[in-house]
């Protein structure tokens, strides 16, 4: 279970600070998936993160908690978040030219991972990749956007965490690819894991979402159930944030 309690992150400089979101409480348990809606720099991003310290402590300040299992990952050495990371808490961030290395070969993440070629070729072929004699052979940028948002996903899932956390994983893939998503996503929570999405996609929110939660003006709400956040009544706050959502697109 992830239990979050972040009193406020803030970007910092020499002068003075800047608040991005604030008083941010959610608990997540496993078997489900977990969407955060948000418009463009509404802080979805720095959010995710700062849930396994990924900001740079140079650039921003966090204050406060996540709890995970029961030890506050903020308070963990160099070592054992790398370990976390690496094992139980697994992510695609959106910016897919930063998630490879452009002067390695893609060989070279599929030997990182420590699983066989029989292993990773099985993979490859669920998510409708090249084989892995084609691919191995090739360089980040000599596949497509939605090639690559496939192989992050992949390679994230590939270990078998218990939590992955998912930065606009519709932004660089077409309609076929988004459906391949979502089943991926249903397949790996059956297994007693959960995942975390951020986005702005309401399309792909409401059909893969168990709950949605909404972050604006640096604010998080609480999750609801996907029902009850896209059929609100008058006066529940997720039907204001729809509306202003919509207005705005």
């Known amino acids: 279970?992830?239990?979050?309690?972040?009193?406020?992150?803030?970007?910092?400089?020499?002068?003075n600070s800047k608040?991005?979101?604030?008083?941010?409480?959610?608990?997540?348990?496993?078997?489900k998936i977990f969407t955060i809606l948000g418009k463009n720099g509404s802080g979805k991003s720095t959010l995710i993160k700062?849930?396994?310290?990924?900001?740079?402590?140079?650039?921003?300040?966090?204050?406060?908690?996540?709890?995970w299992?029961?030890?506050?990952?903020?308070?963990?050495?160099?070592?054992?978040?790398?370990n976390l990371r690496k094992k139980e808490i697994r992510y695609v961030l959106q910016d897919l030219t930063n998630n490879f290395d452009p002067l390695k070969k893609l060989k070279y993440y599929f030997d990182k991972t420590g699983f066989s070629i029989e292993q990773i070729s099985m993979q490859l072929k669920s998510f409708l990749l090249p084989d892995y004699v084609s691919i191995s052979k090739l360089h980040s940028y000599e596949i497509?956007?939605?090639?690559?948002q496939r192989l992050s996903l992949l390679l994230a899932l590939l270990p078998k965490p218990k939590l992955i956390i998912l930065d606009e994983p519709t932004s660089a893939v077409d309609y076929t690819n988004i459906?391949?998503?979502?089943?991926?996503?249903?397949?790996?929570?059956?297994?007693?894991?959960?995942?975390l999405i951020v986005t702005q996609d309401i399309a792909f929110a409401k059909e893969v979402s168990d709950e949605i939660a909404f972050l604006q003006n640096g604010k998080l709400s609480?999750?609801?159930?996907?029902?009850?956040?896209?059929?609100?009544?008058?006066?529940?706050?997720?039907?204001?944030?729809?509306k202003s959502y919509h207005e705005l697109e």
Not at 7 to 12: A, D, H, R
Not at 224 to 237: R, V
């Open 179 to 195: 459906n391949l998503i979502k089943l991926k996503l249903k397949e790996f929570v059956t297994a007693e894991s959960f995942a």
């Open 1 to 15: 279970m992830l239990k979050v309690d972040i009193k406020k992150i803030s970007l910092i400089d020499k002068i």
């Open 144 to 148: 497509s956007g939605g090639m690559a």
């Open 222 to 242: 609480e999750f609801d159930s996907t029902d009850s956040f896209f059929n609100p009544t008058d006066e529940n706050i997720h039907a204001g944030f729809l």
């Open 19 to 31: 608040t991005i979101v604030q008083d941010i409480s959610f608990d997540l348990n496993p078997g």
């Open 69 to 82: 299992n029961g030890e506050n990952i903020f308070k963990l050495s160099a070592e054992q978040l790398l």
């Open 50 to 67: 700062s849930l396994t310290m990924l900001l740079d402590r140079r650039i921003y300040s966090t204050q406060g908690s996540a709890f």
